[in-house]
């Protein structure tokens, strides 16, 4: 008999409302999702504009998606619970190499990583995900 998994658990419920919300809210397309791979490792590396992309990029696979995130968002109890539930894994982005490192323990384990490589925080100006004007008018 499998063990179960809480963490598992909780991702796949909060997948599902939150992949819900993304469709309803944001009328989220995905084109090209029978090209990503049902099995094995790869990276997603998405342009990250505000906390929105985070839950919109698990929209593109039904599989478990790790995200590397900020090792501040563990910085409480809850927030290591919450986030380490979310699929994510903490990197010291300050660390040269432990961030590539902890990325490919991931992919090692045959998992989906999502790596956000411009991350920075947001500001007024690039919280949008949804933009109708052109980048250059920005």
Do not use: N
């Not at 839950?55 to 109890?77: D, F, H, N």
């Not at 010291?92 to 999502?114: K, N, Q, Y």
């Amino acid at each position: 008999m499998k063990r179960f998994d809480g963490q598992l658990a909780f991702y796949r419920f909060a997948r599902a409302v939150l992949v819900g919300l993304c469709y309803l809210l944001f009328r989220v397309k995905v084109i090209g999702r029978e090209r990503m791979p049902r099995t094995g490792p790869y990276i997603v590396a998405p342009t990250h504009r505000s906390i929105v992309d985070i839950p919109i990029t698990a929209t593109i696979t039904r599989r478990r998606i790790r995200y590397m995130g900020k090792q501040e968002l563990w910085s409480t109890r809850f927030g290591a619970w919450l986030f380490s539930s979310l699929g994510g894994f903490p990197v010291d982005r300050g660390a040269g190499t432990g961030a590539v490192r902890a990325a490919l323990a991931r992919l090692t384990e045959g998992e989906p990583v999502v790596v956000f490589p411009r991350a920075r925080g947001g500001t007024a100006e690039r919280s949008s995900i949804c933009t109708t004007a052109p980048p250059s008018s920005r």
